[in-house]
């Protein structure tokens, strides 16, 4: 095999820390237009270049491709309709470096990036991965990268299935040995691919993280093929994801006898966590209630979890309540609130007007102010949200309260009743 550290070839260039490395970097491309000069721009900057650059088009329409054309050391392939998954796959398939990398179109690399994970696993022969620590932005103006340093760390995402802690492959540079031991990057179900690929590279060999963020992972888009997931599939998407944790589970029993039935009995806090997506879906309280009771139940057994649990629900509720369309948002509030049980010991972080809950101030004003008949919410938003509105959106609570008294002075029925208003 050849060395992957110090390697020419075709597309090798000489930066700041020699000549380039045995590595493949592999970019998925579809509509990206916005955000790929960027990315491109990053993975050039690199202090240790990679020898391969490929970006695979999954059938862009926009002017991504021409952009990408514009730099001369980047290989452009096309391989339209297929999806990320399956463009990571072709990718991966027209690459020959000894190590790969796949980043995301609208990712970012601290310059030294490929140049740290590369040390990691140069340092580790027996690591079949190395992992960059997270660090997420929304503008590139506003992204600051802390100051990079060498620090090995042991990272193995079995500690926390059936959840992992990797955002995104952009964080992930993987031997080729490895992924070809797992048959590549899974491309079958284009639901669960990252789930799969992780875990399974764990039970393959161990992996190792660098203790400082190199890569940066922007906050959603709704151009984002997982955005739209779960603005639109959610329930069915984390099914997809269950059904790949317990086959993970089960094939981990195969390799790793010992941790057949724990993982299986980790997976059951999946199922709770299902259907509380699914009551959001269905904007069914009565489900919303049942489900939070039977998910507080497993975290009484494995609160280590929470964390994990309120993580992975909130990344699943961020789309609908940052699309600022009322018609997706006013449900989802309404029967997380309606929904909720009289105690939540680890889950309170979950349901709106929490003080540190994940809904923003705006939507749980613009909530009360459709259904106002609720005073103890109304207390809740002003206790714990009070220094926000008054910051950045005392204006908005005028009108909110404006709209209120309007309704009150025009003595409407639920009011002379009083009771809340039925939706």
């Given at each position: 095999?050849?060395?992957?550290?110090?390697?020419?070839?075709p597309?090798?260039?000489?930066?700041?820390?020699?000549?380039?490395?045995?590595?493949?970097?592999?970019i998925?491309?579809?509509?990206?237009?916005?955000?790929?000069?960027?990315?491109?721009?990053?993975?050039?900057?690199?202090?240790?270049?990679?020898?391969?650059?490929i970006?695979?088009?999954?059938g862009?329409?926009?002017?991504?491709?021409?952009?990408v054309r514009?730099?001369?050391?980047?290989?452009?392939?096309?391989?339209?309709?297929?999806?990320?998954?399956?463009?990571r796959?072709?990718?991966?398939?027209?690459?020959?470096?000894?190590?790969v990398?796949f980043?995301?179109?609208?990712?970012?690399?601290?310059?030294?990036?490929?140049?740290?994970?590369?040390?990691?696993?140069?340092d580790?022969?027996?690591?079949?991965?190395?992992v960059?620590?997270?660090?997420?932005?929304?503008?590139?103006?506003?992204?600051?990268?802390?100051?990079?340093?060498?620090g090995?760390?042991?990272?193995?995402?079995?500690?926390?299935?059936?959840?992992?802690?990797?955002?995104?492959?952009?964080?992930?540079?993987?031997?080729?040995?490895?992924?070809?031991?797992i048959?590549?990057?899974?491309?079958?179900?284009?639901w669960?691919?990252?789930?799969?690929?992780?875990f399974?590279?764990?039970?393959?060999?161990?992996m190792?993280?660098?203790?400082?963020?190199?890569?940066?992972y922007?906050?959603?888009h709704?151009?984002?093929?997982?955005?739209?997931?779960?603005?639109?599939?959610?329930?069915?998407?984390?099914?997809?994801?269950?059904?790949?944790?317990?086959?993970?589970?089960?094939?981990r029993?195969?390799?790793?006898?010992?941790?057949?039935?724990?993982?299986?009995?980790?997976?059951?806090?999946?199922e709770?966590?299902?259907?509380?997506?699914?009551?959001?879906?269905?904007?069914?309280p009565?489900?919303?209630?049942?489900?939070?009771?039977?998910?507080?139940?497993?975290?009484?057994?494995?609160?280590?979890a929470?964390?994990l649990?309120?993580?992975?629900?909130?990344?699943?509720?961020?789309?609908?309540?940052t699309?600022?369309?009322?018609?997706?948002?006013?449900?989802?509030?309404?029967?997380?609130?309606?929904?909720?049980?009289?105690?939540?010991?680890?889950?309170?972080?979950?349901v709106?007007?929490?003080?540190?809950?994940?809904?923003?101030?705006?939507?749980?004003?613009?909530y009360?102010?459709?259904?106002?008949?609720?005073?103890?919410?109304?207390?809740?938003?002003?206790?714990?949200?009070?220094?926000?509105?008054?910051l950045?959106?005392?204006?908005?609570?005028?009108?909110?309260?404006?709209?209120?008294?309007?309704?009150?002075?025009?003595g409407s029925?639920?009011?002379?009743?009083?009771?809340?208003?039925?939706?």
């Amino acid at each position: 095999m050849s060395d992957p550290f110090a390697v020419t070839g075709p597309f090798a260039e000489t930066g700041s820390a020699g000549t380039a490395a045995d590595i493949a970097v592999i970019i998925p491309l579809f509509n990206g237009a916005s955000w790929i000069r960027q990315t491109l721009a990053s993975v050039l900057a690199q202090t240790l270049p990679a020898r391969e650059i490929i970006v695979v088009d999954d059938g862009s329409s926009d002017d991504s491709p021409a952009i990408v054309r514009s730099f001369p050391q980047v290989a452009l392939h096309r391989h339209p309709g297929k999806g990320t998954h399956q463009t990571r796959q072709f990718g991966f398939a027209r690459s020959t470096a000894a190590l790969v990398t796949f980043l995301d179109q609208d990712d970012l690399w601290h310059p030294r990036h490929l140049e740290l994970l590369s040390t990691l696993l140069r340092d580790a022969p027996e690591a079949c991965a190395a992992v960059s620590r997270t660090l997420t932005y929304e503008d590139e103006q506003e992204l600051h990268f802390p100051t990079p340093f060498l620090g090995p760390e042991r990272f193995d995402p079995w500690d926390s299935f059936p959840f992992h802690r990797i955002d995104t492959p952009s964080f992930v540079l993987v031997r080729r040995s490895a992924l070809e031991a797992i048959g590549g990057w899974p491309a079958r179900n284009a639901w669960s691919s990252d789930v799969q690929a992780w875990f399974q590279l764990a039970s393959f060999a161990p992996m190792v993280r660098n203790a400082t963020a190199t890569a940066a992972y922007r906050v959603q888009h709704r151009e984002a093929t997982s955005t739209r997931w779960r603005l639109e599939r959610a329930h069915e998407y984390f099914l997809n994801i269950r059904t790949s944790c317990e086959t993970l589970a089960r094939e981990r029993g195969l390799s790793h006898p010992q941790d057949g039935d724990l993982r299986l009995r980790q997976c059951r806090i999946l199922e709770p966590m299902a259907q509380v997506i699914e009551a959001l879906e269905r904007a069914d309280p009565v489900l919303m209630r049942s489900a939070l009771t039977q998910l507080e139940a497993e975290l009484s057994r494995s609160a280590a979890a929470t964390d994990l649990v309120i993580g992975t629900l909130s990344w699943y509720l961020r789309p609908t309540l940052t699309s600022g369309d009322v018609r997706k948002w006013r449900p989802l509030v309404r029967t997380l609130y309606r929904g909720q049980p009289g105690t939540l010991r680890h889950l309170g972080r979950l349901v709106p007007f929490h003080p540190e809950g994940a809904c923003p101030t705006s939507v749980l004003a613009g909530y009360l102010l459709a259904e106002p008949w609720q005073p103890r919410a109304w207390w809740r938003l002003a206790r714990h949200r009070g220094a926000p509105i008054a910051l950045n959106g005392i204006g908005r609570l005028g009108r909110v309260l404006m709209g209120v008294l309007g309704r009150l002075s025009a003595g409407s029925p639920s009011h002379r009743r009083g009771c809340r208003t039925r939706t």
